[in-house]
């Protein structure tokens, strides 16, 4: 290759133009012949599904980063310095209190009505087959932390081990003191642009060791359990609950706006963003929380160790920082950590004390909604619940950001276009913006529903991902460009679908255009039409990729696979018939054909009735898919 690109620049030099075309493209084909057998021997030698995706990346560049490689002039103890002082100086500067922090009346109802006199949390033992089985799970590739043991150690010594460990997890729960030595993180920090001069552009990625990994996930399952049991979580909350997603949420969230549009009404929408939500999370007021909802458990006490005293060092350049105590925040990188948030941030819902604002969040992305005939009153609604939470964050030492914090209001475009639709919100005398358009979990939410700028955001990504994918196809075969499709091209076009698939036709061709374009590139056999092509590689067509999307929310929810919140959305008939067909709500405008109480329930009583009544997610797939190619 080498000898050929000496050849090839000095036809260039010489200006013998002909010969030199025809020499580059010989170069481009001795480079292509190469990467491809470089690709075959790695996966050959080790054909393990990492491997073969780090071959791909190397092929695409796709994981190389546009950052400076060069090493940052900031010395480990600055940036240990940096992030365990930004939680406690964004703390000062709010002014927040938390000495004499008291639960709320609210929240003390909540745990009278929930609990009973009998309910007491306590953390059970360990087995040796708990600890052996969460070792075992581990993946071999798991960063190590401080005490520099991998998972692929601890697995070979785990007959040896097991015991020991077990006796020691137990004794920490039985005396319900936290191990120190599991309470030492390392951090690396990773650039978040290009500057590499200051600490504010880094982002600190904490690694805990992994022999904390088995106990704390063994209390998350206890204490999860103990809080689902008693309904203690709010229904408001989706993030870090099983059977939850963000998808569930947006799902939620928007079959009520439009089931509010539906009614000739507005909807008032706030994105409340809370600045450094995790970092600034205050382990006094959250062990008050914990206590009340576990009835003063003596178990709290172990909740507290866990928290208090944890030491940090900053590791960078081969070289550590000194150790660091951190009094903030939840303990990033751990399985206990976002459970112990959800808990913390709990009760906001029931603060505002509006019966027109829902509260929605996920994890820390909250949203307050209100709808109306009357603008005038969705404004005053919001208002009101805005100052509510407001003095929330500041009993719980929480701060809210103005500057990021956007209103909208969402309406037909009908109305839109009759006259300007105005939200004069304020957040502590910061006018809070109006937006026409918002990314909120991951999708682009306008206020007409029009999808337009979510689907054209879409479109660019996939168009930058089909580009990589036509690079691709010269070196790895039919097979390795699925794996490539299914990770960078496939989640965009069926992320949230069930919320945006009611789409304008000409946004669908968009997303179809570069679905079909895809199958193209996987097969660039001219005798098969672009159809074939799909059945070939075992896909379906858009159009029924989103039907199937939207089938398997359906099925979850009937199946208790999905928030009961997705079940509620759907009124079966009173029959015995298997299919259970469902009632359709009643649509005064097309848009409210598009939510997902309408479109799912008419999807799904245009299934069969054996695939409806099947009994497992994984057989329901199956024979859905059939019935969908058999469609086409």
Not at 326 to 340: A, D, F, M, V
Request: proline share 5%.
């Amino acid at each position: 290759v080498i000898g050929a690109m000496a050849i090839r620049d000095r036809l260039k030099k010489e200006k013998k133009f002909d010969d030199f075309k025809k020499q580059r493209n010989r170069v481009k084909s001795l480079v292509r012949s190469a990467k491809k057998a470089y690709f075959d021997r790695l996966v050959e030698t080790d054909k393990s599904t990492s491997m073969i995706w780090k071959a791909i990346n190397e092929i695409t560049n796709k994981s190389n980063r546009k950052t400076d490689n060069t090493t940052p002039p900031i010395s480990p103890n600055v940036f240990n310095t940096h992030f365990l002082t930004l939680a406690e100086t964004l703390a000062q500067s709010s002014g927040c209190t938390t000495d004499n922090f008291v639960c709320s009346t609210l929240l003390n109802n909540l745990c009278g009505k929930k609990l009973k006199p009998d309910d007491n949390f306590s953390i059970p033992p360990m087995t040796v087959l708990d600890v052996g089985k969460c070792i075992s799970m581990m993946a071999n590739n798991k960063s190590t932390g401080r005490d520099n043991i991998s998972p692929c150690l601890l697995k070979l010594a785990l007959p040896y081990i097991v015991e020991p460990l077990t006796y020691i997890y137990n004794l920490s729960i039985q005396k319900n003191v936290f191990p120190t030595v599991l309470k030492k993180a390392k951090v690396i920090p990773l650039p978040k642009v290009k500057d590499l001069s200051e600490p504010n552009n880094f982002r600190p990625i904490s690694i805990l060791p992994l022999l904390s990994k088995p106990i704390e996930r063994h209390v998350h399952k206890h204490l999860l359990k103990f809080f689902n049991e008693r309904d203690l979580l709010s229904h408001s909350q989706s993030g870090f609950r099983p059977k939850h997603s963000c998808h569930t949420a947006l799902t939620k969230l928007f079959d009520n706006w439009l089931t509010a549009i539906n009614n000739s009404e507005v909807v008032g929408a706030v994105f409340l963003d809370l600045k450094k939500a995790f970092d600034l999370v205050n382990h006094n007021i959250l062990i008050k929380k914990l206590s009340l909802y576990t009835a003063n458990s003596p178990s709290v006490a172990f909740f507290k160790s866990y928290l208090e005293l944890r030491q940090q060092i900053v590791y960078i350049n081969g070289e550590y920082s000194t150790e660091g105590i951190i009094r903030y925040g939840i303990p990033q990188g751990s399985i206990l950590g976002p459970l112990l948030f959800c808990i913390f941030i709990n009760d906001l819902p029931l603060h505002i004390t509006s019966d027109a604002v829902n509260c929605e969040m996920f994890a820390d992305d909250t949203s307050l909604n209100a709808s109306d005939k009357n603008t005038a009153t969705v404004q005053n609604e919001l208002q009101k619940s805005i100052n509510e939470v407001s003095d929330w964050c500041d009993k719980n030492a929480m701060i809210l950001h103005p500057a990021k914090t956007k209103s909208m209001l969402l309406a037909t475009r009908q109305k839109h276009q009759l006259r300007p639709l105005i939200l004069n919100l304020s957040l502590k005398d910061n006018h809070i913006e109006q937006v026409h358009e918002h990314r909120h979990l991951g999708i682009i939410i306008d206020d007409e529903f029009s999808w337009r700028p979510h689907i054209t955001s879409t479109c660019k990504t996939i168009s930058k991902n089909l580009y990589l994918l036509s690079q691709l196809k010269h070196f790895v075969d039919t097979s390795k460009q699925k794996l490539f499709y299914y990770a960078h091209i496939s989640p965009h076009l069926t992320y949230a679908s069930t919320v945006w698939d009611g789409c304008s036709d000409i946004l669908f061709h968009k997303l179809n255009s570069l679905h079909r374009r895809a199958a193209k590139l996987m097969m660039p056999d001219l005798s098969l039409t672009t159809d074939a092509k799909l059945q070939h590689l075992g896909l379906l067509p858009l159009r029924e990729k989103l039907m199937l999307n939207k089938a398997v929310l359906v099925f979850k929810a009937f199946r208790n696979l999905a928030p009961q919140y997705l079940k509620d959305l759907f009124i079966c008939h009173n029959s015995r018939a298997p299919s259970r067909s469902m009632i359709l709500p009643k649509p005064r405008i097309d848009l409210f054909k598009t939510s997902f109480s309408f479109a799912g329930a008419s999807l799904w009583n245009s299934i069969p009735a054996h695939i409806t009544s099947c009994s497992t997610l994984i057989s329901f797939k199956t024979q859905l898919r059939k019935w969908l190619r058999n469609r086409i």
